[in-house]
């Protein structure tokens, strides 16, 4: 899930931007502190949307840098347990497939990926036996979130399903349920 998120910090500019227009030294120096930052409590930081407001500046003896205490927003995409999300499968391999969700990739396990008996090709293409459904990289799927890991805090994990109604690879939604076909 995408957030606006408010925050509070001291942001330091260094000389050679105070040339620059208040708000845009600051926002520059957010966007390089910021972008990219992962926590588990904020997710992983997408963009600086703005400031909100700006504090008297200091300068602190031999640093010769300005440091304004400022509020500003944050766009952060935060995972949700049982979020149900839409992205792009990205490689696929004997164990699963890895679908790119935005800003982070999930693993989808074999074990995860339909309601069948799966089985891996070489061309890297998941395909069910009984359904013979196919998934291959590129197709556009929905899955939900069904674990996620801050363990290593640069490098989170999300383990995703997609053997529940209305998961699947897009194209997968207009075709009738197994059992429907069996009758």
């Known amino acids: 899930m995408f957030y606006k998120v408010k925050v509070k910090d001291h942001i330091r500019i260094p000389p050679d931007l105070f040339d620059l227009d208040l708000d845009e030294a600051i926002i520059k120096r957010i966007k390089h502190k910021y972008e990219g930052f992962i926590s588990k409590d904020m997710g992983i930081v997408i963009d600086v949307t703005g400031v909100k407001e700006v504090g008297e500046g200091v ?27 839409y992205g792009r499968i990205k490689d696929i391999a004997d164990f699963g497939a890895f679908i790119n969700i935005g800003p982070i990739d999930g693993m989808i396990h074999v074990s995860q990926t339909m309601d069948d008996f799966v089985s891996f090709s070489k061309e890297k293409v998941l395909t069910g036996k009984e359904t013979k459904r196919n998934l291959k990289i590129g197709d556009n799927c929905k899955a939900r979130i069904i674990a996620i890991s801050f363990k290593d805090i640069s490098n989170p994990k999300l383990g995703l399903t997609m053997r529940q109604g209305g998961l699947g690879k897009v194209e997968w939604a207009d075709e009738e349920p197994l059992e429907e076909k069996k009758k």
Do not use: C, H, R, W
């Open 59 to 85: 300068i602190i003896a031999g640093d010769g840098a300005a440091y304004y205490n400022s509020q500003f927003e944050l766009i952060t995409f935060k995972p949700e347990m049982q979020e149900i999300v």
